[in-house]
């Protein structure tokens, strides 16, 4: 049995990335573990010390994503698995599908069943919100989303969970395997230790190619096939923002000044 955790790195949302539409991001000031996925791999580490199984992180990109998970390994990670490079502006579909190979074939060769997967509930950079439930799907399992807390009862073969979305609170069994989708609220990621660094530059991550990636799911679990013949959104056009207009302060020195100086701006603009 095994705990596993899927990783994405991101492109420094304040930063300016360099993009063409046939082959995504190119190159960015800075590149990040998606917050929430933070939040899953520390949950996935605690579950791992509780049942007594190993922690491997998945993760699907290029060299950004080697850097993610060798962070994983310096916080306590047994192994990791790195599947590409595929495309940074990979839709859902695919994503999903290399990452239900990196699991499949990590659990084949270990032979481990897999007993919880965790996720961030989206990405900061495309909010796209799908692959907890593709990969689920594509697993064979149950997925949870926004989960805020979670017990295990391995005697009884579930994993009982909190999901919280607002004010709104509610509790939910769900049969192991599953998926869950991390919420913000967990603990935070915390700085990995300096023998834990030293560690995790030494340990291996397993490469799979995207052609194997395809041959893996072939062999191990061919109904998902479809997922990589799926036609992926293509982008087509990129640009720049409009800039929108200065903001101006009402000028003034007592209130009946600034709401004149106020009015008359409305004015200026047409809107009043």
């Not at 509610?170 to 192991?176: F, I, K, P, T």
Request: proline share 7%; charged share 20%.
């Amino acid at each position: 049995m095994a705990v596993y955790v899927c990783l994405k790195q991101i492109p420094n949302i304040e930063g300016i990335p360099a993009v063409r539409p046939e082959s995504g991001f190119l190159a960015a000031d800075a590149w990040l573990m998606n917050p929430l996925d933070g939040y899953a791999l520390q949950e996935a580490l605690r579950a791992a010390r509780s049942l007594g199984q190993p922690c491997v992180a998945v993760s699907a990109g290029g060299q950004e994503a080697v850097q993610g998970l060798r962070l994983a390994l310096a916080l306590g990670a047994e192994r990791a698995a790195c599947i590409g490079p595929v495309p940074a502006l990979a839709g859902p579909a695919m994503t999903a599908a290399y990452l239900t190979a990196g699991i499949c074939l990590d659990a084949a060769e270990q032979d481990e069943a897999l007993t919880l997967v965790f996720c961030g509930r989206q990405a900061a950079d495309t909010a796209g919100m799908q692959t907890p439930y593709r990969l689920a799907g594509l697993l064979g399992c149950e997925a949870v989303s926004d989960v805020s807390a979670w017990s295990l009862c391995p005697e009884r073969g579930i994993v009982r969970l909190i999901r919280q979305w607002g004010g709104f609170r509610q509790g939910v069994e769900a049969d192991l395997p599953c998926v869950l989708a991390v919420n913000r609220g967990l603990q935070d990621l915390p700085r990995p230790s300096l023998p834990g660094v030293i560690r995790a530059k030494k340990a291996p991550i397993r490469r799979l190619p995207a052609e194997e990636a395809a041959r893996t799911l072939r062999t191990l679990r061919p109904e998902a096939l479809h997922a990589l013949e799926m036609r992926e959104p293509v982008l087509t056009r990129l640009a720049e923002p409009e800039a929108s207009a200065p903001v101006r302060m009402a000028q003034g020195r007592t209130t009946e000044e600034k709401v004149r100086h106020l009015i008359a701006m409305l004015r200026e603009e047409s809107i009043l």
